[in-house]
């Protein structure tokens, strides 16, 4: 396993919780990064993602002003600190590594992929 995820848990609405993804290989230093989630029943979307120095980060509508992405290049870890959590952010959440330095929105630009956590916002 090369990305691993972790920090998921149940939390109330209003509540935050902060997802950590190592990267065990050492390979993501030079690539953007990003994170995914995946509601039941629903496809796969983006979240947030940083660029591999991360200098740039990018986030969807939905979790702006509410999440921040970052990362520890010494570390070999991205983070995703999610506040003001609400029940539509219940999710299994899933760390990935961009094919580039700069990463996107698109799932088809990450080439590797952690195994995911859940988070459930309770209301």
């Known amino acids: 396993v090369q990305l691993q995820a972790s920090g998921g848990g149940l939390v109330q609405a209003g509540g935050s919780l902060r997802l950590s993804c190592t990267d065990s290989?050492?390979?993501?230093?030079?690539?953007?990064m990003g994170w995914f989630r995946q509601a039941t029943g629903k496809e796969r979307e983006f979240v947030a993602a940083?660029?591999?120095?991360?200098?740039?980060?990018y986030y969807a509508d939905s979790v702006k002003g509410r999440f921040t992405i970052s990362r520890d290049r010494a570390k070999n870890t991205m983070y995703l600190q999610m506040s003001s959590l609400k029940p539509e952010d219940t999710a299994v959440y899933y760390c990935?590594?961009?094919?580039?330095?700069?990463?996107?929105?698109?799932?088809?630009?990450?080439?590797?992929w952690g195994q995911g956590t859940l988070v459930t916002v309770s209301s």
């Open positions: 990935a590594t961009s094919r580039r330095a700069v990463a996107g929105t698109g799932a088809d630009g990450y080439n590797y």
């Open positions: 940083i660029s591999w120095n991360g200098g740039h980060t």
């Open positions: 290989r050492r390979t993501s230093s030079n690539n953007g």
